[in-house]
């Protein structure tokens, strides 16, 4: 009797974990243009339910096909053994968007919401000890300073002048953590050498470097750039935008990848000509206004974007600017995986560099290039995001309707 109940345990158990497997397969978030399906193979026994889903029975499996007839979200449930397990699955359904491929390198100049914590020094007072104002607080690393005084700051001049100019003993500090709004006081030092009040805080207020432009859609003026967010490097965490802006630059020097030594392209941004601005900076890159009025895309050829379903192993090309004539080219890729995760965001493709010149250039992906626009028979399917540090030919690639979404 035993040996039975033990043996139909393992039976259910292996359903279970059969049912389990295939469930996992399919995606819990699926992006089609419109008037375009999506088909789904799935075991007998699972159900799905949607508005725009039909479902075709065989004999051993279930196919179901999902149409993008509208513009829109849709919630498609899936349910096994009357709804003993369940899982949603978000449709999302866009317009058929042509853009115009970007490719150029791109000065970026981001500010943060208030002024970020990335560490913490005691401050020599005029009497020569070493004091902590910090200390008395929760304050630390990460943290981003919005108010002094209740008044608002959001650069590092602004906070030092309203620390400095301060006529009371303590000061009153309002910051974030994480979504936490936090408001102590604080006793400023008065520094020994250069006499004036601080905090014991270092600080920065934004970021400045290059990257790749990746799209441009001419129906709403807006661009799309780099693939991956702009995180802070001591903090390790996207900055929240307060603004920003991208200007035209300048390549100066390319140096080339090898094995556990990235390149890097250098480039000079020109603050004189501001062509865009930020407006959100997120895991699938930056996104805002492209606001140059001339021609700068004259020329450039305008394609449709492809749905993740549409991507195909093997070869692609690759738009990037790695020449001192500071133009787009195109280079020959392969594409070596596709991710089935809908989470895989920067990571959605496995790219490796093959072409010759691309390589006596970079030795393949370097910074810098992240954002460069991707195509495959004739439509953006993506942008460069990593590069693989033990082999510069090798990186990863977000899909171009992942960017789509998060411009939108």
Same mark, same amino acid.
């Given at each position: 009797?035993?040996?039975?109940?033990?043996?139909?345990?393992?039976?259910?158990?292996?359903?279970?974990?059969?049912?389990?497997?295939?469930? =996992?397969?399919?995606?819990?978030?699926?992006?089609?243009?419109?008037?375009?399906?999506?088909?789904?193979?799935?075991?007998?026994?699972?159900?799905? @339910?949607?508005?725009?889903?039909?479902?075709?029975?065989?004999?051993?499996?279930?196919?179901?096909?999902?149409?993008?007839?509208?513009?829109?979200?849709?919630?498609?449930?899936?349910?096994?053994?009357?709804?003993?397990?369940?899982?949603?699955?978000?449709?999302?359904?866009?317009?058929?968007?042509?853009?115009?491929?970007?490719?150029?390198?791109?000065?970026?100049?981001?500010?943060?919401?208030?002024?970020?914590?990335?560490?913490?020094?005691?401050?020599?007072?005029?009497?020569?000890?070493?004091?902590?104002?910090?200390?008395?607080?929760?304050? @630390?690393?990460?943290?981003?300073?919005?108010?002094?005084?209740?008044?608002?700051? @959001?650069?590092?001049?602004?906070?030092?002048?309203?620390?400095?100019? #301060?006529?009371?003993?303590?000061? #009153?500090?309002?910051?974030?953590?994480?979504?936490?709004?936090?408001?102590?006081?604080?006793?400023?030092?008065?520094?020994?050498?250069?006499?004036?009040?601080?905090?014991?805080?270092?600080?920065?207020?934004?970021?400045?470097?290059?990257?790749?432009?990746?799209?441009?859609?001419?129906?709403?003026?807006?661009?799309?750039?780099?693939?991956?967010?702009? #995180?802070?490097?001591?903090?390790?965490?996207?900055?929240?935008?307060?603004?920003?802006?991208?200007?035209?630059?300048?390549?100066?020097?390319?140096?080339?990848?090898?094995?556990?030594?990235?390149?890097?392209?250098?480039?000079?941004?020109?603050? =004189?000509?501001?062509?865009?601005?930020?407006?959100?900076?997120?895991? #699938?890159?930056?996104?805002?206004?492209?606001?140059?009025?001339?021609?700068?895309?004259?020329?450039?050829?305008?394609? @449709?974007?492809?749905?993740?379903?549409?991507?195909?192993?093997?070869?692609?090309?690759?738009?990037?600017?790695?020449?001192?004539?500071?133009?787009?080219?195109?280079? =020959?890729?392969?594409?070596?995986?596709?991710?089935?995760?809908?989470?895989?965001?920067?990571?959605?493709?496995?790219?490796?560099?093959?072409?010759?010149?691309?390589?006596?250039?970079?030795?393949?992906?370097?910074?810098?290039?992240?954002?460069?626009?991707?195509?495959?028979?004739?439509?953006?399917?993506?942008?460069?995001?990593?590069?693989?540090?033990?082999?510069?030919?090798?990186?990863?690639?977000?899909?171009?309707?992942?960017?789509?979404?998060?411009?939108?």
């Amino acid at each position: 009797m035993k040996q039975k109940k033990s043996f139909f345990i393992i039976i259910m158990f292996i359903i279970l974990f059969v049912y389990t497997t295939n469930i =996992d397969k399919i995606p819990s978030e699926i992006v089609l243009f419109q008037n375009q399906d999506y088909e789904i193979s799935y075991m007998k026994g699972i159900n799905l @339910e949607g508005e725009n889903v039909s479902v075709a029975d065989t004999f051993f499996r279930n196919f179901a096909k999902i149409s993008g007839n509208y513009v829109g979200d849709e919630k498609i449930t899936l349910s096994v053994f009357g709804g003993a397990i369940k899982k949603d699955i978000n449709v999302s359904v866009l317009p058929k968007t042509n853009v115009i491929l970007g490719g150029d390198t791109v000065g970026i100049r981001l500010y943060s919401e208030g002024v970020l914590v990335i560490g913490e020094m005691p401050v020599q007072g005029m009497d020569g000890n070493y004091y902590e104002p910090y200390s008395a607080t929760k304050i @630390e690393k990460g943290d981003i300073i919005t108010k002094i005084n209740d008044v608002p700051v @959001e650069t590092i001049e602004e906070l030092t002048e309203l620390v400095n100019n #301060s006529d009371e003993e303590k000061i #009153s500090i309002e910051y974030k953590k994480d979504d936490t709004v936090i408001k102590e006081e604080m006793v400023p030092v008065k520094a020994f050498g250069d006499n004036l009040k601080k905090l014991g805080l270092w600080v920065k207020d934004g970021v400045m470097g290059v990257g790749t432009l990746t799209f441009y859609d001419p129906e709403n003026k807006m661009y799309a750039a780099l693939g991956h967010g702009i #995180s802070d490097t001591e903090v390790k965490e996207l900055i929240n935008v307060d603004t920003g802006k991208i200007n035209v630059a300048s390549i100066l020097d390319v140096t080339k990848g090898a094995k556990d030594a990235p390149g890097e392209i250098k480039g000079l941004l020109n603050d =004189d000509i501001q062509i865009g601005t930020i407006e959100k900076n997120n895991l #699938s890159g930056i996104f805002g206004e492209f606001t140059d009025n001339s021609n700068y895309f004259r020329g450039r050829k305008s394609v @449709e974007i492809a749905a993740k379903n549409e991507v195909k192993l093997g070869k692609a090309k690759v738009i990037c600017t790695v020449d001192g004539d500071n133009y787009p080219k195109e280079y =020959d890729i392969e594409i070596l995986k596709i991710a089935t995760d809908s989470n895989s965001y920067s990571r959605g493709m496995t790219i490796k560099v093959t072409d010759s010149q691309l390589l006596e250039k970079t030795g393949g992906i370097i910074q810098g290039m992240s954002g460069s626009p991707i195509i495959q028979e004739g439509k953006l399917i993506g942008a460069v995001t990593h590069v693989y540090v033990k082999d510069p030919t090798k990186g990863y690639a977000i899909f171009a309707e992942t960017m789509l979404k998060e411009m939108d």
